[in-house]
């Protein structure tokens, strides 16, 4: 087969543009993800039974079934119920923009905030003692000792997550959004260069991806900054 | 030891005329009535039958490959399928991908609406327009002045897509549209506007450089036409000729 540098280079304003609602649709889910992701896994780590069971329905739902299969059922399901479309939510849910956002949101929050209950369980049980002990409250116990510790736990696994988000981002071409793969997939409805289209959208995903890995070490870096001082400190001695 | 290789030699070449004489076809399975999953998990629909006519006709066994529509031409190819039996148009951009052979039908476009909306289909601006993408469809829908274009990666999306009231109008090929239409889910809705004529022929799309293929597809369709046998499946789904 020939290969044809000119289409990929004559794309690349749109896959561009593209590009950035993908940025867009993944930064702002992720975010808001991490801020929901914060009372979920306090609930999912409560004694009591019930504050327990409803996060735990939620993340098992959102966990447990794939992706696209939340985004029909949420685009071209919902649509489909008059009560849906006469309610006030409708202008919103009308545009596959917010659903695509608050699918993907629900998503990444239900992974975000398992992720995060692990890192809440696995915090050293001396640490919170010594809380205890000179009588912090359970409030700011939680805030100056409990999620500290519990980010940074997570912080290597949360990487994944954003990952995962930015790759998965792809289905929101499947309910007509011009997102880095739909714009990919409707220029090669006109050029029918599959191959050549595809490898540069894969080539930016890659581009971003590899942005993010590298802006993440430095942030994680910084924030386990005591433990580089350990590790180094124990290689200085042997 | 020389007459056994000659006797493998032999079958070698008789299995491979055998392989070669099986035609896969290639089709996408969800734009009824032309090509869907029939009931029993099948390819079946105008096209299906068609397909089966023409392999019939040319003496040859066929089996049926679907594949989705947006990479329908990339599947035919890299080789999965021989010939494209999916509806689709004989257009200039196509043809420098692949070879069609004559049409086997025609087609014009259709506005659809919900009943009782008054549209100008002279002027759709600030409205959106609803297609399946990767079609003649699409490219009209995407044409229009003013109008915001949504493509759907299949026909049953763009309709689903039209009864949540998402899009103001759908852009179809005339004849599945006519088959909605009659349908349950398409109750409530209607054509509006004249017929979009665009010239619009369907053909089987082969490999460039298969022109035996072609040649024996084309030398099929004419002989279904002289012996009834397309007017049987023409009348099997529409009251009116499509060729």
């Given at each position: ?65 794939p992706?696209l299969v939340?985004?029909f059922?949420?685009?071209y399901g ?96 499947t ?64 | ?22 035609i896969r076809i290639g089709t996408e399975g969800a734009y009824p009535p032309f090509n869907m999953i029939g009931k029993d998990g099948k390819p079946a629909g105008f096209d299906v039958d068609i397909a089966k006519a023409l392999c ?5 066994d066929c089996a049926f490959v679907t594949q989705d529509w947006d990479g329908i031409i990339?599947g035919l190819?890299?080789?999965k399928y021989d010939a494209i039996v999916a509806s689709m ?16 039908y ?26 399946q993408r990767a079609t ?16 759907y990666d299949t026909q049953e999306n763009a309709y689903l ?11 179809t090929d005339?004849l599945p549209g006519y088959d909605w239409?009659k349908s349950e889910q398409g ?15 369907i053909?089987i799309a ?27 499946i023409?009348?099997k789904y529409f ?5």
């Amino acid at each position: 087969m020939s290969w044809n540098w000119e289409v990929i280079f004559s794309s690349l304003p749109k896959l561009l543009e593209g590009t950035l609602l993908t940025l867009e649709l993944v930064v702002i889910s992720l975010l808001v993800g991490a801020v929901l992701s914060i009372p979920l896994a306090l609930m999912r780590t409560s004694a009591n039974p019930l504050i327990r069971g409803i996060p735990l329905g939620y993340t098992f739902f959102f966990r447990g079934t794939p992706l696209l299969v939340q985004l029909f059922l949420f685009y071209y399901g919902l649509a489909q119920f008059d009560a849906v479309r006469e309610s006030i939510f409708w202008p919103y849910l009308r545009e596959a923009y917010w659903c695509a956002l608050i699918v993907f949101t629900l998503n990444t929050t239900a992974y975000t905030t398992e992720i995060l209950r692990g890192a809440i369980q696995a915090v050293p049980n001396g640490e919170i003692e010594a809380a205890q002990s000179i009588g912090m409250s359970r409030a700011l116990m939680f805030r100056r000792i409990t999620l500290p510790l519990a980010y940074r736990i997570a912080l290597p696994a949360y990487s994944n997550e954003i990952i995962l988000m930015l790759k998965g981002s792809a289905l929101a071409s499947t309910i007509t959004l011009l997102d880095l793969t739909g714009m990919a997939r409707t220029i090669i409805a006109r050029t029918y260069m599959p191959i050549e289209i595809f490898f540069a959208a894969g080539c930016i995903y890659l581009l971003l991806t590899f942005i993010f890995v590298q802006l993440y070490r430095l942030f994680e870096r910084r924030m386990l900054r005591h433990q580089a001082a350990r590790t180094s400190d124990a290689s200085a001695t042997s | 030891m020389k007459s056994i290789l000659v006797g493998l030699l032999a079958m070698m070449l008789v299995s491979g005329n055998a392989l070669a004489d099986k035609i896969r076809i290639g089709t996408e399975g969800a734009y009824p009535p032309f090509n869907m999953i029939g009931k029993d998990g099948k390819p079946a629909g105008f096209d299906v039958d068609i397909a089966k006519a023409l392999c019939e006709k040319m003496g040859t066994d066929c089996a049926f490959v679907t594949q989705d529509w947006d990479g329908i031409i990339p599947g035919l190819l890299a080789g999965k399928y021989d010939a494209i039996v999916a509806s689709m148009s004989i257009t200039e951009e196509r043809m420098r991908a692949v070879d069609f052979t004559n049409k086997y039908y025609s087609n014009s476009l259709r506005f659809i609406v919900k009943k009782g909306t008054d549209i100008d289909t002279g002027n759709l601006k600030g409205m959106s327009v609803g297609a399946q993408r990767a079609t003649i469809a699409a490219n009209h829908a995407e044409s229009i002045e003013g109008a915001k274009a949504k493509l759907y990666d299949t026909q049953e999306n763009a309709y689903l897509d039209l009864s949540s009231g998402r899009i103001d109008v759908l852009v179809t090929d005339m004849l599945p549209g006519y088959d909605w239409l009659k349908s349950e889910q398409g109750q409530d809705y209607q054509f509006i506007g004249k017929t979009i004529d665009i010239d619009d022929k369907i053909g089987i799309a082969v490999r460039k450089g298969d022109g035996k293929l072609r040649d024996r597809l084309n030398k099929a369709i004419t002989e279904i036409i002289k012996d009834g046998t397309y007017a049987t499946i023409n009348s099997k789904y529409f009251p009116f000729s499509v060729y």
